[in-house]
């Protein structure tokens, strides 16, 4: 069964400074993995996801992330934050009947 | 743009009643889920259904049912419902072609059970 570990509960950043959260899996096969964010009241929407090809992935609102399989991490990064990312990211990884695990998830409180 | 919509934003229930979250989607997805969330545990998926009237348990199906009869609309159903299962519940849906993986969500709906 997979699995995903975001080991920071919790991070804050300051505005202008960059970001990188940390996310492992466990997956037997090829992973499809994702990225989601969820602004405070809102709902899950996708930042990228990787399912094969290039291991490092842009996504929206200037994210990206890289697939490191040997080290089985799928780290998210974003060079310089605003204070509007402030949220909470989680990581997925999909299974090949369309199942996603989440991970528990990362909060980032951004500070001026 | 793929929209899914729930029932409620906010639901305030008694324990025992029988609560109905309903969830719909207009891009014609073949695969619904339900979720819920709590803090420091992330998403944990309840129930899912890759067709309609065909549904399979997820990791925590205890103590919930569902319920798809038309293509478009997936219901979670807590028959007797418990102060445990105070949560953001949250639907998503995703297509079978293409990159059937991504999940699309809907806002969520925050339930408190008293």
Redesign the interface.
């Given at each position: 069964a997979q699995s995903?570990t975001?080991p920071d509960?919790h991070i804050t950043v300051s505005e202008g400074a960059s970001l990188e959260l940390r996310c492992n899996y466990s997956y037997g096969a090829t992973p499809?993995l994702?990225w989601?964010v969820q602004s405070p009241?809102?709902?899950?929407?996708?930042l990228l996801?990787y399912?094969s090809g290039d291991t490092l992935v842009q996504g929206i609102k200037g994210f990206e992330a890289e697939f490191k399989r040997s080290q089985s991490s799928f780290n998210l990064r974003k060079p310089s934050v605003h204070w509007s990312d402030a949220a909470e990211y989680?990581c997925a990884v999909?299974d090949s009947w369309?199942?996603?695990?989440?991970?528990?998830?990362t909060q980032v409180v951004v500070t001026p | 743009d793929v929209k899914v919509t729930q029932s409620s934003r906010y639901l305030v229930k008694r324990t025992g009643e029988k609560v109905f979250l309903e969830c719909v989607q207009d891009m014609d997805h073949e695969n619904m889920f339900w979720y819920r969330q709590d803090p420091g545990l992330g998403l944990r998926l309840i129930y899912f259904s890759y067709d309609v009237k065909m549904k399979e348990k997820g990791d925590i199906p205890e103590g919930y049912s569902v319920s798809r009869e038309k293509k478009e609309r997936f219901s979670l159903i807590l028959e007797s419902a418990s102060t445990n299962q105070t949560s953001m519940y949250l639907c998503a849906s995703s297509s079978t072609g293409g990159f059937y993986h991504e999940q699309y969500f809907g806002p969520g709906t925050r339930l408190t059970v008293t």
């Open positions: 995903v975001q509960i499809y994702f989601y009241g809102q709902g899950l929407q996708l996801k399912f989680f999909g369309g199942k996603l695990q989440f991970g528990a998830g | -």
